[in-house]
């Protein structure tokens, strides 16, 4: 599936006309992550739905069947970001998350559109 997407970002990148962005995919056992980063709204869109394309096209053609209901959407870069996106794209609008969890680790949008991770240490610290 990594390679399946990494090749239609690949084939994106060649492509002049289509809103460029970058990705970057991670999978552990079975759980996949996928960023996509760009400097325009259009490009993110384009690589999230690329990306799902791809994902859900290997995922038909090997036999599998990917878990929607886990399916979450972290958008960097606050609420305006997510409500152009959300507006884009309508059927992602409920798994937008202003902060998500992947491997035991939560990671949370600050006002910047980076990844804060203040919460986890507080949780990490109150743990210890």
């Known amino acids: 599936m990594v390679d399946e997407i990494k090749k239609a970002h690949q084939e994106d990148a060649d492509n002049p006309d289509a809103p460029q962005y970058d990705i970057k995919v991670v999978?552990?056992?079975?759980?996949?992550?996928v960023g996509v980063k760009s400097d325009s709204i259009d490009g993110l869109v384009y690589g999230i739905t690329r990306a799902r394309q791809a994902a859900k096209?290997?995922?038909e053609r090997e036999g599998f069947s990917l878990a929607e209901a886990k399916e979450e959407l972290w958008v960097g870069g606050g609420d305006l970001t997510r409500s152009l996106i959300g507006d884009r794209l309508p059927e992602l609008r409920g798994k937008m998350k202003e902060e998500v969890k992947w491997l035991g680790l939560t990671m949370k949008s600050s006002?910047?559109?980076?990844?804060?991770?203040?919460?986890?240490?507080e949780r990490s610290l109150e743990e210890a």
């Open 111 to 121: 006002p910047k559109g980076g990844i804060c991770f203040r919460r986890q240490a």
């Open 27 to 33: 999978i552990y056992a079975d759980d996949l992550c």
């Open 57 to 59: 096209a290997w995922s």
